[in-house]
């Protein structure tokens, strides 16, 4: 007897899940690197702390300064952590201006692909036009991984945004460049396949277009309103 409430989804359903989980195990390196890089200073300032306090005269104006620095500490990785969390539960409906998800997302990878001997450009610089954030949060990330993962580095890949028919288009191109192949040559867990990009853009209804070693994202413009984000 079939439970309705466990109805098994769809086969395309089921492959564009796997395809988001393969692109969260991508993007966990990076997640993980962002928390190390907030968590860290507050444990190396506990150690200095313990250190003065060990001293028969602990200098409380230093211990106090200490304090201070671990209260901040705590603050911003509380946030950053609060923050990363929203990749892995994205907030519906949430708009936001499209160079503000480039700049995160490069923040975010900019690291592990440098390791890779790939260079992220951002120059959506000015593109204040709104786009439902869970969608090109998503979809940025799998086309960068693409990108990357068809072509061997060393490499520049360069972000940009403009209108076009009143819809938003994102254009990564990547082009050869000159220096170091990098550190690590394989990706972690698996390449990202050029068909579950295209079913995550269908789930979040992004137009998903490739031009040799550029990809085009088409999204539709959302008003602000949080929850209420309506798109036009």
Do not use: K
């Not at 991508?26 to 444990?43: E, G, K, N, T, Y």
């Not at 409380?60 to 969390?85: P, Y």
């Amino acid at each position: 007897m079939t439970n309705p409430r466990h109805t098994s989804p769809a086969a395309a359903d089921v492959a564009t899940e796997a395809a988001r989980y393969a692109l969260l195990r991508r993007l966990a390196v990076a997640i993980r690197h962002d928390m190390m890089a907030h968590l860290q200073p507050i444990s190396m300032t506990g150690e200095v702390l313990q250190r003065r306090l060990r001293v028969p005269e602990p200098d409380l104006g230093q211990v106090r300064e200490d304090v201070t620095r671990i209260t901040t500490f705590s603050r911003e990785a509380v946030q950053s952590c609060l923050d990363v969390i929203t990749w892995l539960t994205p907030e519906v409906d949430r708009a936001v201006p499209v160079h503000s998800v480039v700049g995160e997302t490069v923040a975010l990878l900019g690291s592990s692909f440098g390791f890779r001997g790939f260079n992220l450009r951002d120059e959506s610089a000015g593109a204040d036009w709104l786009v439902l954030r869970p969608g090109l949060r998503l979809l940025l990330p799998a086309c960068l991984f693409l990108l990357s993962d068809d072509a061997g580095p060393p490499a520049d890949i360069t972000i940009t945004a403009a209108l076009s028919e009143d819809r938003v288009r994102v254009l990564l191109s990547l082009e050869p460049a000159e220096g170091p192949e990098g550190v690590l040559n394989d990706p972690p867990y698996r390449p990202l396949a050029r068909a579950e990009v295209e079913a995550l853009a269908r789930a979040e209804g992004i137009d998903f277009d490739v031009a040799g070693d550029s990809i085009g994202l088409r999204l539709p413009q959302a008003r602000a309103g949080g929850s209420d984000a309506e798109v036009e």
